[in-house]
């Protein structure tokens, strides 16, 4: 196996990690897959075209696990926000204490 395969190995199970982690309610750091990411770009420049088609389908896959990864996210997100506002308006249209 190749280094750039067993980057984008690395790379894939990191993504699958993180979108477990998200559909636990868990926020992640994402900055660990972003280097890595950056790292494996540089790398696969540098490697003879009949590798390069062999990682292709790969690379692809990981594509598609980062757009599902940020779609989690951007759930994640929006259900966060529906739960302030939730919580917002319930604590507008709690009545008043009484304090006597």
């Given at each position: 196996?190749s ?17 477990n ?8 750091d ?5 280097g890595l990411?950056?790292t ?14 062999l990682?292709q ?8 696990n ?6 989690d996210?951007?759930?994640q997100?929006q259900?966060?926000g529906?739960?302030?506002?939730r919580?917002?308006v ?6 008043p204490?009484?304090?006597?």
């Amino acid at each position: 196996m190749s280094e750039a395969q067993e980057q984008l190995n690395e790379i894939t199970a990191m993504i699958t990690v993180a979108r477990n982690s998200v559909s636990g309610g868990e926020i992640v750091d994402l900055t660990e897959i972003q280097g890595l990411v950056q790292t494996f770009c540089q790398n696969i420049q540098n490697i003879p075209p009949e590798d390069s088609e062999l990682l292709q389908n790969n690379i692809v896959m990981m594509i598609k696990n980062l757009n599902q990864l940020a779609e989690d996210l951007k759930n994640q997100q929006q259900s966060l926000g529906n739960d302030v506002i939730r919580n917002a308006v319930r604590t507008t249209n709690k009545p008043p204490e009484d304090n006597h």
